[in-house]
């Protein structure tokens, strides 16, 4: 799972086999260091969660969750959906944009980069 932040918005991008590991209802995360202090770290994690309606993210200390409703893991998973898009409120700072996206495979780089990435549409394969 990739973190992209800019601005007040941020982009997961998610693996074939993370996208069938949320729909089975696991968890994913991923944590990067920035000096040998164990707080100087931040987590992200992805998650579904049955009891939500809509997208939400909690954030406490060092770490980042983002939970989204199992259903919509569920047909976003099993389709050709590429992403879930959601506008979160977040009061006088204006809205954070949070995007759930599939790993796509890069046009400009070797199959070794790709591993694990869903077809690109624009390929010509």
């Known amino acids: 799972m990739k973190l992209r932040i800019k601005g007040n918005s941020m982009r ?3 693996l074939r086999t993370e996208v069938d590991r949320l729909a089975a209802g696991d968890p994913l995360s991923e944590t990067i260091f920035f000096a040998p ?14 009891a939500l309606t809509t997208v939400t993210v909690q954030h406490k200390g060092t770490e980042v969750a983002v939970l989204v409703p199992a259903e919509e893991i569920r047909i976003w998973a099993a389709g050709s959906q590429v992403g879930i898009y959601s506008s979160i409120e977040i009061g006088p700072r204006g809205p954070l944009e949070v995007v759930i996206e599939k790993d796509f495979a890069c046009i400009d780089r070797d199959d070794a980069d790709n591993v694990d990435t869903f077809p690109n549409p624009h390929s010509a394969c």
């Open 12 to 14: 997961l991008r998610v």
């Open 37 to 50: 202090a164990g707080n100087a770290s931040l987590t992200y994690s992805l998650s579904a969660d049955a």
